[in-house]
């Protein structure tokens, strides 16, 4: 490594040492990025980026698990657009709802027809991803997505 | 009087070249030991780096293009700097990262991307 990421090392090591709590979130191997862990008075500030969404419901789990009573959770969840992770709309034929948000009580902003080939953005959890195309963006059931090999 | 000018042209030159040969590039006001005074990361935890910083971290950067650090952390690597001490690589643990320089006899700067190390020369 180079002279940068060498301090940067060493500034993990030492975030380590000095709080327990970024230790245990790490050691989860949760696939948050730029992880930062601030104690102070009492709350624990928790920042960066997660692969995936349910990293972020973990976070609260952990924290709780280990004595945490206050936290304010900053995650964000990563956006994967740059990976280019194409999937295709596998429906038996009808069109695929896209909403505005990760659940079924959220509203329809546009639907995909069956076999259109759509772009991950966010992985919100297992079971809704945020998508799009061209025209529309938002959170599909992954039931009917069905992950295209990059060529 | 032909051979005064002669003469004369001959010691203009003489200097000339003197002067040019002792003229130090601005690169070499890096052959010194920094303390690192400042890291701005977005991705460092802000508390850690206070702690490294308040504990102590020096680099020397030597005529013979390595550099060793101590203090909070010890280790070394090599490095070149271009002569116009603009731009620098380290390499360290075989691998090589490039820079931006900012360096004067008292601050030294070195820029990736949104990441910075300030230093100011031990005297």
Redesign the interface.
Known sequence: ????????K???E??EE??PL?KILTDANLGIE?L???NANGTVTVTGSAQEGEAIEKVNELLAANGVLSVTNNLGVADLSHLGVKYRVATNSSNLNCRKGPSTDNEIVGKFPKDAIVQLVKKHNATWHMVRNDEIEGFCHTDYLEQVQNT | MKKITKLGFLALTGLILFATSCKKDPSAKIHNTWKLENFESAEADSVAVAEIINAGLNYTFTKKGTYNYSGAKTGSGTYEINEAGTSMTTTEDGKTDMYQVMLTENNLQLTRGKEIMKFTANK
Request: charged letters at 20%; hydrophobic letters at 40%; a positive charge.
């Open positions: 490594m180079g002279l940068f990421d060498s301090f940067k060493k500034v993990k030492t975030s000095i709080n970024h730029n930062q862990v601030v």
